[in-house]
T-cell receptor
Framework: GAVVSQHPSRVICKSGTSVKIECRSL??????MFWYRQFPKQSLMLMAT?????????EQGVEKDKFLINHASLTLSTLTVTSAHPEDSSFYIC????????????FGSGTQLSVL | GENVEQHPSTLSVQEGDSAVIKCTYS??????FPWYKQELGKRPQLIID?????GEKKDQRIAVTLNKTAKHFSLHITETQPEDSAVYFC??????????FGKGTSLLVTP
């Protein structure tokens, strides 16, 4: 399958700091990328849809000023958790959609964020 | 929006038996139904998918069936092996939209 790279895989930060997570599609161009959040033993919850060259679309209940998404190129989307708090600790995982007509979704390896 | 329900939440089978996981969806516009396998601490891996113009798809020991009228789809794993133990997620999406996931099924295959 297609390769989606996500970095960092694990980050520990102090409360109040910001953390940036990168998601790259390595062997295809992705006009759309998605950011999910996953709590232990739970499902993947969609946070936002990132479209190249335009503003991200956030799901209800997700603070756009807290979770900044930038999709500046067809192969890179970033999620910045601003002013992180302990409740933001979670597994964040990105995914990229393969171009039409395939449109399969491939996931990055995820980022485990721990906010102290 | 799309709402995906998945059952059962946990499933334990003996090695060699079959496992079936069922999902229902709410949005009749959904046309893409993938299944993912996620091992602990790892990314979800696409194992099989089906589109709404197909009723059944098979790949070795894994098969997926889709009933558009009833809005449900199922994953069938035959001749289960211990390495099949993982969490399985179904998902559905209308064209051009994000995937909505079921809550997952924790499958345990005992030797």
């Amino acid at each position: 399958g297609a390769v989606v790279s996500q970095h960092p895989s694990r980050v520990i930060c102090k409360s109040g700091t910001s953390v940036k997570i990168e998601c790259r599609s390595l062997d295809f161009q992705a006009t759309t990328m998605f950011w999910y959040r996953q709590f232990p033993k739970q499902s993947l919850m969609l946070m936002a849809t990132s479209n190249e060259g335009s503003k991200a679309t956030y799901e209800q209940g997700v603070e756009k000023d807290k979770f900044l998404i930038n999709h500046a190129s067809l192969t890179l989307s970033t999620l910045t958790v601003t002013s992180a708090h302990p409740e933001d600790s979670s597994f964040y995982i990105c995914s990229a959609r393969f171009p039409y007509p395939n449109e399969k979704l491939f996931f990055g390896s995820g980022t485990q964020l721990s906010v102290l | 929006g799309e709402n995906v329900e998945q059952h059962p939440s946990t499933l334990s089978v003996q090695e060699g038996d079959s496992a079936v996981i069922k999902c229902t969806y709410s949005d009749s516009a959904s046309n893409y139904f993938p299944w993912y396998k996620q091992e602990l601490g790892k990314r979800p891996q696409l194992i099989i998918d089906i589109r709404s113009n197909v009723g059944e798809k098979k790949d070795q020991r894994i098969a997926v069936t889709l009933n558009k009228t009833a809005k449900h789809f199922s994953l069938h794993i035959t001749e289960t092996q211990p390495e099949d133990s993982a969490v399985y997620f179904c998902a559905a999406s209308p064209p051009g939209y994000a995937l909505n996931f079921g809550k997952g099924t924790s499958l345990l295959v005992t030797p």
